[in-house]
Nanobody, 122 residues
């Protein structure tokens, strides 16, 4: 089992930036991909970005491509989500997740963090 702890959420004005962090511990050797998801009130959880743990290949949802960047630091067992040019519609609880396959489906990820709130104001 992998334990995940997110940090870095907060309140930011539209057009601003935030960086989220996700620290992983436990059986990280079984992890192939790390992902970020988000869930806004009344909406389903949606995929935001993913990165393979070893090779660093990245993939993004169309709504954030060009604005968000996912990176990882293997030495620190930490994944980051740099969010730039934030929009009102980016407001959500952001979750970090670990999985064994290259996927954007939430159900395919096996470990989840507790989430961190990101609020974008006008």
């Amino acid at each position: 089992q992998v334990q995940l702890v997110e940090s870095g959420g907060g309140l930011v004005q539209a057009g601003g930036s935030l960086r989220l962090s996700c620290a992983a511990s436990g059986r990280t050797s079984s992890t192939y991909v790390m992902g970020w998801f988000r869930q806004a009130p009344g909406k389903e959880r949606e995929f935001v970005a993913g990165i393979t743990w070893s090779g660093g290949s990245t993939y993004y949802a169309g709504s954030v491509k060009g604005r968000f960047t996912i990176t990882r630091d293997n030495a620190k067992n930490t994944v980051y989500l740099q969010m730039n040019s934030l929009k009102l519609e980016d407001t959500a609880v952001y979750y970090c997740a670990a999985g064994r396959g290259l996927t954007v489906v939430a159900g395919d990820f096996t470990s989840w963090g507790q989430g961190t709130q990101v609020t974008v104001s006008s």
